[in-house]
């Protein structure tokens, strides 16, 4: 069974920057596409970006220049760096894979405020 495990969040002002860390429990890390989403109050969970097993990466508009997503394959674990944060990327954060979802971790709360 696939457990996931997100940390790192917390508040941050405009500007700022954060490093979530995600770790990954069971036996697919090697191979898996792995993901970072977030859901702000009252909306849809979105995409933020992704990383291949071979370390190819992609990201959403809004975060590209700000964000970088990284993996540690030795360690089961899959980082989110994200600089210059804005109030409106106040969200709950999750990992989780892209073309295959595992069970949904409890996500780390991420407020970006004065």
């Known amino acids: 069974q696939v457990h996931l495990v997100e940390s790192g969040g917390g508040l941050v002002q405009p500007g700022g920057s954060l490093r979530l860390s995600c770790a990954v429990s069971?036996?697919?890390?090697?191979?898996?596409?792995m993901a970072w989403y977030r859901q702000a109050p009252g909306k849809q969970r979105e995409l933020v970006a992704h990383?291949?097993?071979?370390?190819?990466?992609n990201y959403a508009d809004s975060v590209k220049g700000r964000f970088t997503i990284s993996r540690n394959n030795a360690k089961n674990a899959v980082y989110l760096q994200m600089n210059s944060m804005k109030p409106e990327e106040t969200a709950v954060y999750y990992c989780?894979?892209?073309?295959?979802?595992?069970?949904w971790g409890q996500g780390t709360q991420v407020t970006v405020s004065s």
């Open positions: 989780n894979g892209l073309s295959r979802i595992f069970p």
């Open positions: 069971g036996n697919i890390f090697d191979w898996t596409t």
């Open positions: 990383i291949t097993s071979g370390g190819g990466t």
